[in-house]
């Protein structure tokens, strides 16, 4: 399964955000990476500062490009705005939803359970990380993998009621899809009109 498994502190730097989460590098230098990453920068063109964004959707979302031209392409087929359906469509990922409920500290680090085996939807393991999870169905960790020291430190003091389109069950370590997420629920940030800007060229 490709995914980028380079330095997270220099992307965090490149974008001056923590997209992988608390960084310490990041507030110790930010600033971007290279040798005149501390000097100021001639004006980034419109291309640019459109490329940056959709650079900076990949990585927080751990996409690679083709993926992501796909998932573009299935946005702009699909009713609604462009932009906010692809947002939706990563949002809809089982690696992500997985992370979203709390399972994991990190998206790279959900990613690895599912591809692990040790999650399952409507009671059936499902080991593809890009699986698109429909409103209504059930994303639980496997019966015999409650236990794991990973999961329960993940979900130590997590707080659930932040995403309104997902509900949890501690009892049964399950959550609920219950539907789409509006864009203004998606709390990355994300400026995705530069992403369909670029596209549209």
Do not use: C
Not at 61 to 73: A, P, T
Not at 132 to 161: M, P, Q, T, W, Y
């Amino acid at each position: 399964m490709a995914r980028y498994i380079g330095p997270k502190s220099r992307i965090a730097r490149k974008f001056g955000e923590a997209i992988y989460g608390p960084d310490k590098v990041l507030s110790r230098r930010n600033f971007p990476p290279g040798q005149h990453g501390a000097n100021k920068r001639k004006k980034t063109s419109e291309y640019g500062i459109q490329l940056k964004e959709k650079q900076k959707a990949k990585y927080t979302y751990g996409v690679l490009e083709k993926q992501f031209r796909n998932l573009f392409e299935k946005a702009a087929r699909a009713r609604g705005i462009t932009g906010e359906v692809l947002l939706q469509l990563l949002e809809s990922r089982l690696d992500n939803v997985v992370f979203r409920l709390g399972l994991a500290p990190t998206r790279a680090a959900a990613r690895q359970l599912v591809s692990h085996r040790h999650i399952t939807v409507n009671g059936s393991v499902v080991n593809i990380p890009s699986y698109s999870v429909k409103a209504g169905e059930i994303v639980a960790v496997r019966e015999k993998d409650k236990s794991l020291e990973v999961i329960a430190d993940a979900l130590n003091g997590f707080n659930h009621s932040k995403y309104p389109w997902l509900e949890w069950d501690n009892s049964s370590m399950a959550g609920k899809f219950l539907h789409i997420p509006a864009r203004e629920d998606i709390p990355e940030n994300i400026k995705e009109q530069l992403i369909v800007e670029l596209y549209s060229k």
